[in-house]
Protein backbone atom coordinates (compact mmCIF):
# COMPACT_ATOMS: atom_id res chain seq x y z
CA UNK A 1 0.00 0.00 0.00
CA UNK A 2 1.23 3.56 -0.88
CA UNK A 3 2.35 5.66 2.11
CA UNK A 4 1.66 9.35 1.38
CA UNK A 5 3.50 12.13 2.90
CA UNK A 6 2.88 15.55 2.69
CA UNK A 7 4.75 19.14 4.21
CA UNK A 8 4.39 21.33 5.84
CA UNK A 9 1.35 20.44 7.72
CA UNK A 10 0.17 23.79 7.86
CA UNK A 11 1.52 26.82 6.49
CA UNK A 12 0.32 30.65 7.02
CA UNK A 13 1.90 32.87 4.66
CA UNK A 14 1.73 36.59 3.53
CA UNK A 15 -0.16 38.01 0.61
CA UNK A 16 1.72 38.14 -2.33
CA UNK A 17 4.53 34.79 -1.01
CA UNK A 18 5.61 31.83 -3.27
CA UNK A 19 4.17 28.84 -1.86
CA UNK A 20 5.34 25.44 -1.61
CA UNK A 21 3.72 22.50 -0.94
CA UNK A 22 5.47 19.13 -1.01
CA UNK A 23 4.61 15.39 -1.76
CA UNK A 24 6.28 12.35 -1.56
CA UNK A 25 5.01 8.45 -2.01
CA UNK A 26 6.43 5.19 -1.67
CA UNK A 27 5.59 3.03 -4.70
CA UNK A 28 5.62 3.80 -8.16
CA UNK A 29 2.45 5.35 -9.53
CA UNK A 30 0.64 5.82 -12.53
CA UNK A 31 -1.16 9.52 -11.39
CA UNK A 32 -0.47 11.93 -8.89
CA UNK A 33 -3.55 14.43 -8.51
CA UNK A 34 -3.16 17.67 -6.47
CA UNK A 35 -6.57 18.77 -5.02
CA UNK A 36 -7.84 21.40 -3.01
CA UNK A 37 -10.72 21.45 -0.68
CA UNK A 38 -12.17 24.23 0.82
CA UNK A 39 -13.87 24.68 4.36
CA UNK A 40 -17.21 23.37 3.42
CA UNK A 41 -15.64 19.91 2.28
CA UNK A 42 -16.02 19.97 -1.31
CA UNK A 43 -13.18 19.22 -3.70
CA UNK A 44 -11.54 20.73 -6.77
CA UNK A 45 -9.23 18.54 -8.62
CA UNK A 46 -6.39 21.16 -9.75
CA UNK A 47 -4.00 18.89 -11.64
CA UNK A 48 -3.46 15.14 -12.85
CA UNK A 49 0.22 14.73 -13.20
CA UNK A 50 2.11 11.42 -14.45
CA UNK A 51 5.68 12.98 -15.76
CA UNK A 52 7.37 16.96 -15.78
CA UNK A 53 5.18 19.55 -14.55
CA UNK A 54 1.85 21.65 -15.18
CA UNK A 55 0.67 25.25 -15.32
CA UNK A 56 -2.69 26.54 -14.55
CA UNK A 57 -2.91 30.27 -13.84
CA UNK A 58 -0.35 30.63 -10.39
CA UNK A 59 -0.93 27.00 -9.71
CA UNK A 60 2.61 24.85 -10.73
CA UNK A 61 3.05 21.32 -10.10
CA UNK A 62 6.14 19.18 -10.68
CA UNK A 63 6.21 15.71 -10.51
CA UNK A 64 9.69 13.63 -10.14
CA UNK A 65 8.80 10.40 -10.84
CA UNK A 66 12.44 8.53 -9.94
CA UNK A 67 12.27 10.15 -6.53
CA UNK A 68 8.61 9.69 -5.77
CA UNK A 69 8.39 13.68 -4.98
CA UNK A 70 5.78 16.07 -6.36
CA UNK A 71 5.27 19.89 -5.48
CA UNK A 72 2.56 22.10 -5.81
CA UNK A 73 3.43 25.83 -6.03
CA UNK A 74 1.23 28.77 -5.77
CA UNK A 75 2.68 31.97 -7.25
CA UNK A 76 1.48 35.81 -6.21
CA UNK A 77 -0.55 33.92 -3.27
CA UNK A 78 -3.81 35.62 -2.27
CA UNK A 79 -6.75 34.92 0.30
CA UNK A 80 -8.48 33.11 -1.90
CA UNK A 81 -5.89 30.44 -1.88
CA UNK A 82 -6.69 29.55 1.56
CA UNK A 83 -8.01 26.09 1.56
CA UNK A 84 -6.32 22.29 2.40
CA UNK A 85 -4.17 20.88 -0.72
CA UNK A 86 -4.05 17.44 -0.64
CA UNK A 87 -1.32 15.06 -2.68
CA UNK A 88 -3.34 11.84 -3.88
CA UNK A 89 -1.88 9.20 -6.25
CA UNK A 90 -3.42 6.18 -8.31
CA UNK A 91 -2.36 2.84 -9.25
CA UNK A 92 -3.46 2.96 -12.58
CA UNK A 93 -6.49 0.48 -13.54
CA UNK A 94 -9.71 0.54 -11.65
CA UNK A 95 -7.85 1.66 -8.10
CA UNK A 96 -8.93 4.26 -5.83
CA UNK A 97 -6.89 7.03 -4.66
CA UNK A 98 -4.50 7.41 -1.78
CA UNK A 99 -4.50 10.42 0.15
CA UNK A 100 -2.06 12.33 1.92
CA UNK A 101 -3.18 14.05 5.05
CA UNK A 102 -3.55 17.61 3.72
CA UNK A 103 -1.12 20.92 3.78
CA UNK A 104 -3.76 23.62 5.62
CA UNK A 105 -3.10 26.80 3.79
CA UNK A 106 -3.94 29.85 5.20
CA UNK A 107 -2.40 33.00 3.50
CA UNK A 108 -3.17 36.43 5.40
CA UNK A 109 -3.85 40.15 3.46
CA UNK B 1 -16.37 19.74 -17.55
CA UNK B 2 -17.65 17.25 -15.86
CA UNK B 3 -19.94 17.34 -12.92
CA UNK B 4 -20.58 15.15 -10.18
CA UNK B 5 -22.85 15.60 -8.19
CA UNK B 6 -24.09 14.42 -4.39
CA UNK B 7 -27.34 13.87 -2.94
CA UNK B 8 -28.25 15.06 -0.22
CA UNK B 9 -25.25 17.24 0.70
CA UNK B 10 -26.06 17.05 4.61
CA UNK B 11 -28.00 15.25 6.69
CA UNK B 12 -28.69 14.54 10.28
CA UNK B 13 -30.31 11.22 11.24
CA UNK B 14 -31.15 8.97 14.53
CA UNK B 15 -29.03 6.30 15.37
CA UNK B 16 -30.10 2.90 14.21
CA UNK B 17 -31.67 4.25 10.76
CA UNK B 18 -30.71 3.87 7.44
CA UNK B 19 -29.30 6.42 5.13
CA UNK B 20 -29.13 6.63 1.03
CA UNK B 21 -26.35 8.60 -1.10
CA UNK B 22 -26.57 9.71 -4.11
CA UNK B 23 -23.38 9.93 -6.41
CA UNK B 24 -24.83 11.22 -10.00
CA UNK B 25 -22.37 11.90 -13.10
CA UNK B 26 -24.34 14.66 -14.74
CA UNK B 27 -22.96 14.98 -17.85
CA UNK B 28 -20.68 11.63 -18.66
CA UNK B 29 -20.55 8.19 -18.11
CA UNK B 30 -18.84 6.25 -15.38
CA UNK B 31 -18.51 2.77 -14.89
CA UNK B 32 -16.60 3.04 -11.98
CA UNK B 33 -17.05 5.16 -9.43
CA UNK B 34 -15.19 5.17 -5.44
CA UNK B 35 -16.79 6.40 -2.47
CA UNK B 36 -14.31 7.91 -0.12
CA UNK B 37 -14.77 9.12 3.51
CA UNK B 38 -13.50 11.94 5.46
CA UNK B 39 -13.18 11.93 9.71
CA UNK B 40 -12.90 15.38 11.16
CA UNK B 41 -8.96 16.14 10.65
CA UNK B 42 -8.25 13.41 8.93
CA UNK B 43 -7.25 12.29 5.69
CA UNK B 44 -10.01 10.80 2.33
CA UNK B 45 -9.48 7.19 3.00
CA UNK B 46 -11.02 5.19 0.18
CA UNK B 47 -13.99 3.03 1.58
CA UNK B 48 -15.12 1.14 -1.88
CA UNK B 49 -14.97 0.97 -5.71
CA UNK B 50 -18.37 0.83 -7.81
CA UNK B 51 -18.59 -0.90 -10.55
CA UNK B 52 -21.76 -0.55 -12.72
CA UNK B 53 -23.53 -3.67 -13.05
CA UNK B 54 -21.63 -5.86 -10.64
CA UNK B 55 -20.93 -6.29 -7.08
CA UNK B 56 -18.50 -3.16 -5.53
CA UNK B 57 -15.42 -3.74 -4.29
CA UNK B 58 -14.74 -2.93 -0.55
CA UNK B 59 -11.16 -1.50 1.65
CA UNK B 60 -9.76 -3.58 4.29
CA UNK B 61 -11.87 -2.94 7.46
CA UNK B 62 -14.91 -1.84 5.72
CA UNK B 63 -18.06 -3.23 6.81
CA UNK B 64 -20.21 -4.57 3.61
CA UNK B 65 -23.25 -5.31 4.99
CA UNK B 66 -23.18 -1.93 6.71
CA UNK B 67 -22.57 0.23 3.92
CA UNK B 68 -24.43 -1.58 0.66
CA UNK B 69 -23.18 -0.02 -2.47
CA UNK B 70 -25.49 -0.11 -5.82
CA UNK B 71 -24.20 1.12 -9.01
CA UNK B 72 -27.45 0.60 -11.31
CA UNK B 73 -26.51 2.59 -14.37
CA UNK B 74 -23.92 4.83 -15.28
CA UNK B 75 -24.47 7.96 -13.98
CA UNK B 76 -25.39 6.35 -10.65
CA UNK B 77 -24.13 5.27 -7.75
CA UNK B 78 -25.72 4.97 -4.18
CA UNK B 79 -24.03 4.37 -0.86
CA UNK B 80 -26.82 3.21 2.07
CA UNK B 81 -25.53 3.72 5.70
CA UNK B 82 -27.49 0.50 7.06
CA UNK B 83 -28.26 0.77 11.03
CA UNK B 84 -26.32 4.48 11.53
CA UNK B 85 -24.46 5.16 14.93
CA UNK B 86 -22.68 7.88 15.73
CA UNK B 87 -19.29 6.52 15.04
CA UNK B 88 -20.47 6.40 11.32
CA UNK B 89 -20.97 10.38 11.41
CA UNK B 90 -18.28 11.65 8.86
CA UNK B 91 -17.94 13.23 5.34
CA UNK B 92 -18.69 11.00 2.47
CA UNK B 93 -17.45 12.09 -0.98
CA UNK B 94 -17.47 10.22 -4.19
CA UNK B 95 -16.18 10.47 -7.30
CA UNK B 96 -16.44 9.22 -10.53
CA UNK B 97 -14.16 8.10 -14.02
CA UNK B 98 -14.82 9.40 -17.17
CA UNK B 99 -15.24 6.80 -19.78
CA UNK B 100 -14.90 8.95 -22.40
CA UNK B 101 -11.21 10.48 -22.05
CA UNK B 102 -8.09 9.51 -22.71
CA UNK B 103 -6.97 9.54 -19.23
CA UNK B 104 -8.40 6.75 -16.96
CA UNK B 105 -6.96 7.86 -14.31
CA UNK B 106 -8.61 11.25 -14.03
CA UNK B 107 -11.50 11.59 -11.23
CA UNK B 108 -14.17 14.07 -10.86
CA UNK B 109 -15.68 14.51 -7.44
CA UNK B 110 -18.52 15.08 -5.99
CA UNK B 111 -19.26 18.02 -3.25
CA UNK B 112 -19.70 15.73 -0.54
CA UNK B 113 -22.14 14.32 1.65
CA UNK B 114 -21.70 15.25 5.55
CA UNK B 115 -23.58 12.62 7.63
CA UNK B 116 -24.23 13.15 11.46
CA UNK B 117 -25.60 10.32 13.63
CA UNK B 118 -27.24 11.58 16.72
Known amino acids: KNEVEQSPQNLTAQEGEFITINCSYSVGISALHWLQQHPGGGIVSLFMLSSGKKKHGRLIATINIQEKHSSLHITASHPRDSAVYICAVSGGGADGLTFGKGTHLIIQP | ?118
Open chain 2, 1 to 118: GAVVSQHPSWVICKSGTSVKIECRSLDFQATTMFWYRQFPKQSLMLMATSNEGSKATYEQGVEKDKFLINHASLTLSTLTVTSAHPEDSSFYICSARDLGTGAPDTQYFGPGTRLTVL
